[in-house]
């Protein structure tokens, strides 16, 4: 039976599985997904230091990772590093389970970050992504003009492989800017809250095709979590009640949140889509 034969398989699209939050427990958290009907988790990288740990953590896992420096870890490399993110990149393209550049972007919430840095790393790593046909993770918070000028200025309309704006909160206006580049944009835990009315309108009225699932476990909490006593980490289990509140919100039964949204993961991520099929039946 392929992985997917099932009416509610789902594909997390944004999950830090190297945490260290998760670390006691890492084998539960997948052995909980897979029983929850998480078929495939997208694990982003956010500095090299960590790429070994996700190449490693996918290929132990039978999940699929993505390379890239986060904004809010450039403080930790220099320019020079740049190249051996692109030598990694280069290595990676004939790994199978690696399927994008990410998580890049740029963080304008954090003080202190260094802006400047994050624009020079962000813009050399959608070059990166051009280079290679390959499409991008975006870290967008409070930045999202500053990430579509960036993407118009090199041109990313004409660019196939698109990519995936997580854990997107921006405007109406600025969401059909990323869809109008080809992007898919990427709804979690935050839409789970009643008072998440921004997050929760764009979820019900943006066009099915352009919607997918993700937890950024070990982050963004869902509200039953984020209530609880003690505090506990997101993991990609909860993905499948987080997609209910997706399903309410659009009038969709579980099934029909399923199939959507992992076809589009499968259209924003075409590495994704052929390592799924790759497997075995």
């Not at 813009?123 to 280079?131: I, K, N, T, W, Y």
């Not at 999202?144 to 200025?153: E, H």
């Not at 660019?159 to 997107?168: P, R, V, Y």
């Not at 109008?180 to 809250?193: C, H, I, P, S, V």
Request: aromatic content about 8%; overall charge neutral.
């Amino acid at each position: 039976m392929n992985i997917f034969s099932e009416p509610t398989a789902w594909i997390d699209t944004h999950a830090h599985l190297d945490a260290a939050e998760l670390a006691g427990a890492r084998g539960a958290v997948l052995a909980q997904a897979r029983e929850a009907g998480v078929r495939c988790v997208v694990i982003p990288a956010v500095e090299p230091g960590n790429f070994r740990a996700v190449r490693e953590l996918a290929r132990a896992s039978g999940h699929v990772y993505a390379l890239g420096v986060h904004p809010m870890y450039v403080d930790r490399v220099v320019e020079s590093d740049f190249e051996v993110v692109r030598m990694a990149v280069r290595e990676a393209m004939n790994d199978p389970q690696f399927v994008a550049i990410g998580e890049i972007g740029l963080d304008f919430f954090v003080p202190g970050l260094d802006r400047e840095r994050q624009l020079w790393w962000y813009d050399q790593q959608l070059r990166l992504a051009r280079e290679f046909a390959l499409p991008v993770l975006l870290h967008v918070r409070k930045s999202q003009d500053t990430l579509l000028a960036g993407l118009r200025r090199q041109g990313w309309s004409q660019f196939a492989s698109g990519g995936i704006a997580h854990a997107f909160n921006g405007s109406r206006q600025q969401a059909d800017g990323f869809i109008g580049l080809g992007f898919k944009l990427g709804f979690g835990g935050a839409m789970t809250f009643p008072r998440a009315l921004n997050i929760r309108r764009l979820a019900s009225e943006l066009p099915e095709t352009n919607l997918v699932l993700e937890t950024d476990a070990p982050d963004i909490p869902p509200e039953w979590l984020a209530r609880s006593q003690p505090p506990q980490p997101n993991t990609p289990a909860q993905l499948p009640r987080i997609a209910q509140t997706l399903a309410a919100l659009r009038g969709w039964t579980a099934e029909h949140a399923a199939r959507i949204t992992t076809a589009n993961a499968r259209a924003a991520l075409p590495r994704l889509a052929a390592w799924l099929d790759a497997q075995p039946t």
